[in-house]
């Protein structure tokens, strides 16, 4: 029981870490104060919670157990290989790499982001000159 436990705690620490550079150097502290409800600041505490204790709090099973199901599906689903230097060198330009993490920090388009991603991710990689 407990390996099964520590692969889920290396995937949320892997997947904390994978979404904290999406935002860039800084990471989110700057979303931190200034939107602290900020869907991805909410997702990187839980993961990195979990990922340190391999425990879920009572009162946040519901929270912390769906944002290990999210990062379930991003991890086998998302079909670009990141850099882990640079999460965004999949996509052509710097301008579209910075469209993008402005749009990120935006916290109602900020799944809405990362779907676009997924289904332009995937049409690039079925041969679609998109």
């Not at 879920?56 to 998302?78: K, N």
């Not at 710097?94 to 990120?104: A, I």
Request: proline share 7%.
């Amino acid at each position: 029981m407990r390996a099964g436990i520590d692969e889920f705690r290396s995937a949320a620490e892997r997947q904390a870490i994978r979404l904290e550079g999406m935002f860039g150097r800084r990471g989110i502290e700057p979303l931190r104060s200034s939107s602290p409800s900020h869907p991805a600041v909410r997702q990187i505490v839980a993961l990195k919670q979990f990922a340190a204790t391999g425990v879920v709090p009572y009162g946040t099973e519901l929270e912390i157990l769906g944002e290990i199901a999210a990062m379930q599906i991003d991890q086998r689903m998302w079909p670009v290989p990141a850099s882990r230097d640079d999460p965004w060198s999949f996509l052509p330009s710097v301008k579209l790499r910075n469209e993008m993490k402005q749009r990120l920090r935006e916290p109602g388009s900020f799944s809405d982001t990362l779907a676009e991603l997924y289904v332009w991710a995937r049409l690039r990689d079925a041969g679609f000159d998109v």
